[in-house]
């Protein structure tokens, strides 16, 4: 028996065979079933077989023949899909690399190699405090470089260290409030949040505001030291992985409630931000995903900006209402007041004009504006060989988007394909069916739009249209690109995961150059059914004020945008963007890729 143990022994780890001899020393002084089972874990070949391969992994980097040679495989791996992506067409071997790499099992691999190469898989246990007297505080002295970085306070901000200090208010004390990812501060690793900051170069600060702490900062040359008490908590800053789009415009300059001006970081529209810190409930920090080796910069929150969105909609609609009465009791004057006779005043109670569009009956204006749109988490999506996005053309009536898909497949019929629409509305002369439009009775298509069989649709003049979502899953199918130009409002049924569309925004030119590019191109209203006039001045700016609209509503999720001004520059330009759609990494709605 003795012997049969000493064998099971061999096998365990020195450190777990020295947890198991310890326990027969406590056998006396704990609970019996309590130590039973802290020897079955210990003993367990799970438990065993971990301690092993965290023995051997350990070991990785003290043996030279093990040494990794680097710890951002994974970093390369991503270029190289993007290197390999655009030069999948050239070589089966590049396609079958390219495969290879999206793999989660290879990429699953790498991560661990990274993982341990970085010995990230180390616990980490709180320091071992120093034994000290019950009354005496833990200080620590930090030295900083001074940099072009923010350090900022209340009142005023100075480009010094990489953090934020503010007032605590239950103590008055001066205390670290943030520190900004990559700022020196954060790559110093000694500052923490919550740090009581004491002296700042041999000043004392007690009883000071954050503005005369950064006088004195502002006025510090070279280096600049910190005697700080730590705080009870010490935790690390691991940086978020979470990559958005920004829907709106933001300058920190303009924010009057940014903590630091300085520390703000301006975005457009579009851009993609790295968000490394989610820890502030009002202020994230993030860096463009362009720059990704400059310090993080300050956000405001998802929640912080939705609330100041629905603030701003709330103090316009309030005017608006005010504008309503104003109007309406205008309206009311009696017939024959000298108002309504007026020629420069008319218009301003206009009732609306009736366009000829698609959807009246489906186009939700509210729903749309109660859609806020603050960020979007987005991963990237690597294009695969003969598998294309649908490419969907949204635009004002009359812009153009029509001629453009007409253009588009006619160089490539093979490639570039239209879904045909279908219509409960009668054929007409010259129309051949299954060529213009598949045409179905009104009973027929309200059934098939019951059971979801039509991606988008919507009514004209008393008639259903819509196209099938059969249609375009076949297109795609085949190997080809499936291009779209429905309405506007039709983007909320379009881009879901299925289809992943690659959405342009075919938008007019400013109005001189709209006007003078359709006469000369003699081209004809879409306002008219019969296309036998040219289009009316009213009619361009009904164009361009649409195509404002469309961009204020739904702008956000357009990949692409080109001004039709010159019928060839746009189709050369949608031509470029298909084939970036077709041939690179694109970031899209995270759930896309998931």
């Known amino acids: 028996m003795t012997a049969v143990v000493m064998a099971k022994n061999s096998n365990w780890d020195p450190a777990v065979s020295k947890l198991i001899s310890s326990l027969k020393e406590a056998e006396s002084l704990s609970d019996a079933q309590e130590i039973e089972f802290l020897r079955s874990l210990l003993e367990s070949k799970e438990l065993n077989a971990l301690v092993n391969v965290h023995s051997k992994v350990a070991k990785v980097g003290k043996d030279d023949r093990l040494a990794p040679l680097l710890s951002t495989s994974m970093q390369v791996l991503f270029e190289v899909l993007e290197l390999l992506s655009t030069r999948c067409h050239l070589s089966p071997v590049c396609k079958e690399a390219f495969h290879l790499f999206q793999n989660p099992h290879f990429q699953s691999l790498l991560c661990a190699h990274d993982a341990i190469a970085q010995k990230d898989f180390y616990p980490h246990l709180p320091e071992i405090p120093m034994e000290m007297d019950e009354d005496e505080e833990t200080i620590k002295i930090v030295q900083l470089v001074k940099s072009n970085e923010p350090l900022a306070g209340a009142q005023s901000a100075e480009p010094i260290v990489g953090a934020t200090i503010k007032t605590d208010e239950e103590t008055g004390k001066i ?98 931000l ?104 987005v991963a990237k ?17 009359g812009v153009g988007r029509n001629e453009l898909k007409r253009r588009l497949s006619a160089r490539d019929p093979e490639k570039f394909r239209s879904p045909v629409p279908y219509t409960t509305r009668p054929i007409r002369h010259g129309e051949v069916p299954g060529r213009e439009y598949i045409f179905v009775s009104r009973d027929k298509m309200e059934a098939d739009i019951a059971n979801a069989k039509f991606i988008e649709y919507g009514e004209y003049k008393g008639h259903l249209y819509g196209t099938s979502a059969e249609s375009v899953k076949s297109i795609i199918n085949a190997g080809c690109v499936c291009i779209l130009s429905p309405h506007y409002q039709a983007i909320k049924a379009l881009r879901t995961q299925q289809l992943k569309p690659f959405i342009i925004h075919i938008k007019p030119p400013e109005f001189d150059i709209l006007k003078e590019t359709r006469t000369q191109s003699r081209a004809k209203s879409t306002f008219d059914e019969n296309n036998s006039r040219e289009f009316t001045d009213e009619e361009f700016q009904d164009m361009i004020k649409s195509a404002e609209r469309i961009d204020f509503l739904y702008g956000h999720f357009f990949d692409e945008e080109i001004i039709n001004g010159e019928l060839a520059t746009a189709l050369d330009k949608l031509v470029n963007s298909v084939q970036r759609a077709e041939s690179e990494p694109l970031w899209v709605p995270v759930s896309w890729v998931q």
């Open 175 to 272: 205390v670290i409030a943030r520190i900004m990812h990559g700022g020196a501060a954060d790559r110093s690793g000694l500052i923490h949040v919550g740090d009581e900051v004491i002296e700042v170069n041999g000043i004392n600060v007690e009883g000071k505001t954050p503005g005369d702490v950064l006088s004195i900062l502002q006025n510090s040359e070279g280096t600049i030291t910190f005697k700080l008490v730590p705080s009870d908590g010490k935790m690390g800053q691991r940086e978020s992985k979470v990559r958005v789009r920004a829907h709106f415009d933001y300058n920190p300059e303009n924010d009057p409630y940014i903590p630091c001006k300085e520390a703000g970081l301006a975005f457009e529209r579009g851009d993609i």
């Open 274 to 377: 790295h968000i490394v810190s989610q820890d502030d409930a009002y202020w994230w920090q993030a860096r463009k995903e362009s720059e990704r080796t400059a310090r993080a910069g300050l956000i405001p929150s998802r929640a912080l900006q939705e609330r100041r969105i629905i603030h701003e909609r709330t103090q316009k609609e309030a005017n608006n209402q005010d504008a309503k009465s104003s109007c309406a009791s205008i309206c009311t004057t009696p017939p024959g007041s000298p108002i309504l006779n007026s020629s420069s005043s008319t218009s301003s109670c206009r009732g609306p004009k009736i366009k000829k569009i698609m959807y009246d009956l489906a186009e939700n204006d509210d729903f749309d504006r109660e859609m806020i749109a603050t960020y979007e988490e």
């Open 381 to 397: 999506l690597y294009p695969r060989p003969g598998i294309y996005r649908p490419i969907v053309l949204i635009g004002a009536p």
